[in-house]
């Protein structure tokens, strides 16, 4: 039996061992993921004088605000303008479907343009702080006395039968509640954040 379901937002056909295998694989949120569970790396760590900060690769970052301008805005007018011949072989219920789906672009186009996911981790404080869009103030912070330990674990993204392992790295604080902060393909870049996470905070194990 082949099911479809809405997970991460992709929309998921396969087998329901399938569905459940992805589903184990998803981030558990605390805080804004950084990075996609899938194919290739979408995260990037920079530096400045006073932080370490981690946020969703330029790449990754332009490739969505670009399909989903494309799907967005462009399928929308092309919808509005609705070029000779268009409603002609266009059945209605199809023409909702294009409409809905143009939304969703358009949802993904502000989410990311207004609230793309981020977290900073202080030299001096050793907190971790979590920011949605280019706001100042974070929406969340994690206290240095918090934090018990950083975790790398794996997850299998499904793609057409391959599995592809993906790093996350995760922080496990005070309560035993373990938080993913960041997935990526590539296993150096998560190792290199979280040594630099346990040496700014001073969780070492």
Known sequence: MVVAECLDNRIWFGTPRDRDQFRRGLPRF????????GTENSASISHTDSKLVCRLSPKA???????????????SLLLWLQPEGMNR??????????WCFSLLAWFSLFRYVLREPRFEVPYESGNILFFRGPRAKPFRVIRREEI?????????FLEEGHRIVNYVLSVKVLGGRAIDLCGSTDHGLVSSLKQECQRITGRTT
């Open 30 to 37: 605390g805080g804004p993921f950084v990075g996609f569970v």
């Open 148 to 156: 018990q330990q950083f975790e790398i674990s794996e997850r299998i």
């Open 89 to 98: 072989h266009l059945p209605p219920f199809i023409k909702d479907v294009v």
């Open 61 to 75: 970052f332009w490739v969505i605000v670009l399909m989903s301008i494309l799907f967005g805005p462009g399928l």
